[in-house]
């Protein structure tokens, strides 16, 4: 927390949508999170994380390097066994995976199609009229932060054996520094903070 | 051998070590009762709302909304429209929804309006649900249901009629709609023991004759009239929500503090819950701060018997020496004594905790709603007990060095 800047960003009203409500996203530097519910046998995660944790920069991918990093960075996100290390007792495998990065502007589009002209400048990947891009690039280093979004669901076998998770995910991604973990389970919610120093949660004060 | 001398030895000055023991036990139950006290605190604050998966308000802090939503502490910064209400209660992951309209207050009391479901819903102390101690759950419009210490504070019983006073603080009543009191809660030790309960519609009944914040004056619809009226709410304060499926709470979170129409907040009550203690538990590092300096205290006035006891031991410590007892014997001796007084104060301090917890456990309850349970002791507890032991031990040294020093040469002189 100490060190890490706490970024409010602006999402800029669309000229279409001027009467249209605003809203501003937290987003801190560092500082990813992760949730999980575990219901019988079933796990659901998901996890949000800077795109300067993920990749070390936040702005729209041009170079080849860029997007290899982006690339390899959503690759890595979608084994979430190799950065979320669950005790093998459980015997836990994925059933489904989706990692992506998004950007502030399309984060907040999820399902407002009539956005995507105007907000196209903003996707990072998946782009075709490089020229509109460019118009743009400025305004997207401006305020363009982006975070990766990943969610998982897993099966688990033997889901009273998960004590403990162990954050393999600080070791693949230097730039994260701590991780706010949430976690229902039958007891209810629980929040935790893991910190790279400490790269381990245990959970058996949930069941 | 040692053993045997040691605890004859103790015997032998029964009063005084007697007064040690005592001090030792009672600071050790002070800082066991504390340590249960605290944890006891915890619980129950953590069981203050159970079975609720969402709380959902205005947007704000977490803190803020359980507070104002839970607690009845503060006020929301805004209402949640009806509209938005209906759009969260009619999406498929949303098993229940209960509202909640906060604003009116009976005397010190706040009047909260909900739904009949409330009480099937609202869960505290792993899963309890709300009993009515007297009477029923209300059935009219202008039926109401009171927390316990309501009706104890203002001495009401079912049937008495009230009246709810507009906003907070204000010397404006709706006299014109009292309320009658249906029933009466059993106590909880949650929030709900000072509410004053009415139906959803009874908050809008009461309303009628007013606009923006004033009676019209002059207009009185009478009481008939306003039953005939349709009521639903324009906006509520806020929502206990529960989810189909623990799986979709996250992604229901995330919809409703997504949601573009209104700005809305959904958070974890266990979160919440433990973001506030995390605020409020810093009372409870320094009161068991206090409580282990007790136990220094205790150790420390033990020490200084020993010391005190050293002179009247003079002759003894010689004698035992000049009968081949080696200094190390002298200090095993004292050190042992002083073990034996700090494990007898602590067991008995113990002893003392559970017998006092088992007779004002249920009075603990009923006056403070805090429910502390007589379990076995705790490897915690234990820990405690040796550490209390091993502490013994150590301030003990500091005298038993000094008579294995001294022991021989001045027990010998004759100094009277």
């Known amino acids: 927390m100490k060190r890490t800047v706490l970024l409010l960003l602006a999402v800029n009203a669309a000229p279409a949508l001027a009467e249209d409500t605003r809203q501003l996203d937290a987003h801190e530097h560092g500082v990813g999170a992760l949730n999980i519910a575990i219901d019988g046998t079933t796990v659901a995660m998901e996890f949000h994380a800077p795109g300067a944790d993920i990749v070390g920069f936040e702005y729209a991918a041009e170079s080849e390097a860029d997007r290899a990093a982006v690339d390899a960075a959503v690759a890595t996100l979608a084994r979430p066994l190799d950065l979320f290390v669950l005790p093998a007792a459980a015997a836990c495998s994925v059933t489904q995976a989706s990692a992506e990065l998004e950007s502030e502007q399309a984060h907040d589009d999820h399902d407002h199609d009539a956005h995507k002209d105007h907000d196209d400048h903003a996707e990072h990947s998946g782009h075709e009229d490089h020229a509109e891009h460019s118009d743009h690039t400025e305004h997207a280093e401006e305020a363009g932060h982006s975070e990766f979004h990943a969610e998982y669901t897993l099966t688990c076998a033997d889901p009273t054996a998960l004590t403990e998770i162990s954050f393999a995910y600080f070791d693949t991604f230097e730039n994260a520094r701590e991780l706010e973990v949430q976690v229902i389970a039958g007891s209810g919610a629980q929040a935790f903070e893991v910190e790279r120093d400490a790269p381990t949660l245990g959970l058996r004060s949930l069941f | 051998m040692i053993l045997r001398l040691a605890i004859a030895s103790l015997f032998a000055r029964a009063l005084t070590v007697g007064m040690t023991i005592l001090a030792i036990a009672l600071s050790v139950a002070l800082f066991l009762a504390v340590e249960k006290v605290r944890t006891g605190a915890k619980e129950s604050f953590a069981d203050t709302i159970s079975g609720t998966d969402l709380i959902v308000g205005?947007?704000?802090?977490?803190?803020?909304?359980?507070?104002?939503?839970v607690f009845r502490i503060g006020?929301?910064?805004?209402?949640?429209?009806?509209?938005?209400?209906?759009?969260?209660?009619?999406?498929?992951?949303?098993?229940?929804?209960?509202?909640?309209?906060?604003?009116?207050s009976h005397r010190q009391f706040r009047v909260m309006g909900t739904t009949r479901a409330f009480f099937d819903h609202y869960k505290y102390r792993q899963g309890r649900s709300l009993e009515t101690a007297d009477g029923v759950i209300m059935e009219d419009?202008?039926?109401?249901?009171?927390?316990?210490?309501?009706a104890a504070t203002l001495g009401y019983s079912v049937?008495?009629?009230?009246?709810?006073?507009?906003g907070l603080a204000?010397?404006?009543?709706?006299?014109?709609?009292?309320?009658?009191?249906?029933?009466?809660?059993?106590?909880?030790?949650?929030p709900v023991d000072r509410t004053v309960i009415v139906s959803m519609e009874a908050i809008e009944a009461i309303h009628v004759d007013w606009r923006s914040g004033a009676q019209i004056p002059g207009q009185i619809t009478p009481v008939d009239v306003i039953r005939q009226m349709e009521l639903t709410p324009k906006a509520i304060t806020a929502a206990l929500v529960g989810v189909e499926s623990p799986l979709q709470t996250f992604a229901l979170q995330r919809a409703i503090n997504e949601y573009r129409q209104e700005p809305l907040l959904a958070v974890l009550p266990g979160v919440?819950?433990?973001?506030?203690?995390?605020?409020?538990?810093?009372?409870?590092?320094?009161?068991?701060?206090v409580s282990a300096m007790v136990v220094v205290t205790a150790l420390i006035g033990m020490m200084a018997t020993i010391f005190s006891s050293l002179n009247e031991r003079r002759r003894e410590m010689a004698i035992f020496r000049?009968?081949?007892a080696?200094?190390?014997?002298i200090l095993g001796l004292l050190v042992l004594e002083a073990m034996l007084m700090a494990a007898l104060g602590a067991l008995l301090g113990l002893a003392l905790l559970y017998a006092g917890l088992s007779v004002a456990q249920p009075m603990i309850d009923s006056a403070f709603g805090l429910w502390l349970p007589v379990t076995a002791p705790s490897l915690q507890e234990l820990w405690v007990i040796l550490a209390v032991v091993g502490a013994g031990a150590i301030v003990s040294m500091v005298p038993a060095v000094r008579a294995y020093r001294m022991s021989l040469a001045d027990g010998m002189m004759v100094k009277t």
């Open chain 2, 58 to 69: 205005a947007r704000s802090g977490s803190v803020q909304l359980l507070l104002y939503s």
């Open chain 2, 75 to 104: 006020n929301a910064t805004n209402n949640v429209s009806w509209e938005s209400y209906q759009d969260i209660a009619t999406r498929p992951d949303v098993e229940w929804i209960v509202p909640i309209s906060l604003g009116d």
């Open chain 2, 141 to 150: 419009l202008f039926d109401t249901v009171i927390g316990a210490d309501v």
């Open chain 2, 159 to 166: 049937g008495d009629p009230i009246v709810v006073a507009h």
């Open chain 2, 170 to 190: 204000s010397f404006s009543e709706h006299k014109n709609q009292p309320f009658r009191i249906s029933g009466i809660l059993a106590k909880t030790g949650t």
């Open chain 2, 272 to 289: 919440a819950l433990q973001e506030l203690w995390g605020i409020v538990g810093v009372a409870e590092t320094a009161l068991l701060a």
């Open chain 2, 322 to 324: 000049a009968m081949g």
């Open chain 2, 326 to 329: 080696r200094p190390t014997t």
